[in-house]
């Protein structure tokens, strides 16, 4: 069974880098077949994918987020991480670490952490 | 970037059937996936590549996409699946999601 697990800080001040890295179990994330995804919800909104890790391939990054987003790997210890730089309250939010299998669909998640943008 | 778009709500009696529709240009042409996410949980994958249900999913939910527009269809909806329910395509290397449907099972 595939497990993916968020950590990092729940806080972050304004004008700071968020930093957060999802730990898989049950399946390696150089594996080819998959690619490792960061997806984020506002309380009371939408969800919104930031970017994805993608195991041989260039890294894809939403547009709007693109000049603030690194999303990189560790495969010695199973894991990828995000960062966002600069952030405001509006990067309130949960965020979610999510497997995607090709062609399209995001098939396992995380549980989400919650990180909030404050003084 | 591609934009979806979603009711922000449906209602729907246990005995009816829910249609949650999805809209965007040229949708039919692009693979979608449908989530559910109940309140605190994280989202579940219920639909892919349109119409494939992943194991575990009841056989009442199914998708369909045609034109411009993706639907996922609940026969026969329980309470379990009042929830929020978000679709979700890719283009140009880039995932969009709908803006989400509240399904209300009356």
């Known amino acids: 069974q595939v497990l993916l697990q968020e950590s990092g800080p729940g806080l972050v001040k304004p004008s700071q880098t968020l930093a957060l890295t999802c730990t898989v179990s049950?399946?390696?994330?150089?594996?080819?077949?998959?690619?490792w995804n960061w997806i984020r919800q506002p309380a009371g909104k939408g969800l919104e994918w930031i970017g994805r890790?993608?195991?041989?391939?260039?890294?894809n990054y939403n547009p709007s987020l693109k000049s603030r987003v690194t999303i990189s790997e560790d495969s010695s210890k199973n894991q990828f991480s995000l960062m966002l730089t600069s952030v405001t309250a509006a990067d309130t939010a949960m965020y979610f670490c999510?497997?995607?299998?090709?062609?399209?669909?995001?098939?396992?998640w995380g549980q989400g952490i919650l990180v909030t943008v404050t003084s | 970037s591609y934009e979806l778009t979603q009711p922000p709500s449906v209602s729907v009696s246990p005995g009816q059937t829910a249609n949650i529709t999805c809209s965007g240009d040229?949708?039919?042409?692009?693979?979608v996936c449908w989530y559910q996410q109940r309140p605190g949980q994280s989202p579940v994958l219920v639909i892919y590549q349109d119409t494939k249900r992943p194991s575990g999913i009841p056989e009442r939910f199914s998708g369909s996409n045609s034109g411009n527009t993706a639907t996922l269809t609940i026969t026969g909806p329980q309470a379990m699946d009042e929830a929020d329910y978000y679709c979700q395509a890719w283009d140009d290397s880039t995932a969009s999601f709908g803006g989400g449907t509240k399904l209300t099972v009356l």
């Open positions: 890790y993608y195991p041989n391939r260039n890294n």
């Open positions: 049950g399946g390696s994330i150089t594996s080819g077949t998959y690619y």
């Open positions: 040229f949708l039919g042409d692009k693979y």
């Open positions: 999510a497997r995607g299998r090709e062609p399209t669909a995001f098939d396992y």
